[in-house]
């Protein structure tokens, strides 16, 4: 009799964590939810029912409610993030930079794989601009679709690992300020201090990654130059990260 009670109340519970479930995806607030348990004749006991004195049923706590809403929004979020897909698939690439950016997108959007993207370019203003992209940045904080359509075309930004305005020169004149700029970010750190020019020390692995041509690539990392008609120059450096043991 015992042990029929015991399944009886663990049966009850489950119940009722899955209604309390159904109420946290079915309203936004834990007003509206209240709101669905008082009846026309409840109306005027609206704060007893917070307290859990009246409704239909035993309401669930704010702090539960806030509490299990909170993890309900950060699984859909991880299940958004993992379901998502690659902002490539399903386009018509015949850029030769846009399908390296293909290639690679996978990697980068899932860690394996961080990817150092030199360009030069010129900008609307004919000025030449380049840079180094941390490209698994620029996934995360930017919709790569406009690229992979073609609507626009991928340049060097101020806010990028580092970026070079050359301005533009009339008869030995300068008419434009040079602007340079460098920052690290989540996935690498500038090392400025180099006589040699810039470094880049990968946070995961500490790997320190030399740009020059003229060196061997640090290890873990590939270089290879892109020619496409878009840019005046291309160089992807291709570091696989290996967690720091």
Request: hydrophobic share 30%; with cysteine.
């Amino acid at each position: 009799m015992t042990s029929q009670i015991e399944l009886n109340q663990e049966a009850q519970s489950e119940i009722a964590n899955i209604v309390a479930d159904n109420a946290i995806s079915e309203f936004a607030t834990y007003e509206d939810y209240l709101d669905s348990q008082i009846t026309q004749q409840d109306l005027y006991y609206l704060d007893l029912v917070e307290l859990g004195y009246r409704g239909a049923g035993d309401p669930i706590k704010r702090s539960e409610f806030e509490s299990r809403k909170d993890v309900a929004e950060q699984a859909r979020i991880a299940k958004r993030n993992n379901n998502k897909i690659l902002s490539h698939t399903g386009k018509n690439i015949s850029s030769p930079f846009l399908s390296a950016l293909a290639e690679r997108e996978e990697g980068n959007r899932s860690g394996k794989l961080t990817s150092i993207i030199f360009l030069r370019v010129l900008n609307s203003k004919g000025q030449e601009i380049s840079g180094y992209i941390d490209y698994a940045s620029r996934l995360k904080n930017e919709n790569f679709d406009q690229y992979f359509n073609r609507n626009r075309v991928m340049m060097p930004k101020s806010t990028d690992l580092s970026f070079y305005n050359w301005g533009k020169y009339i008869l030995f004149y300068k008419t434009d300020t040079q602007i340079c700029t460098c920052n690290s970010t989540q996935n690498f750190q500038v090392v400025t201090d180099n006589e040699g020019g810039l470094l880049f020390k990968n946070k995961r692995d500490r790997k320190v990654i030399n740009v020059d041509p003229k060196v061997k690539p640090t290890e873990n990392t590939t270089r290879h130059e892109i020619i496409s008609p878009e840019y005046i120059q291309i160089v992807i450096y291709d570091h696989i990260t290996r967690r720091k043991s």
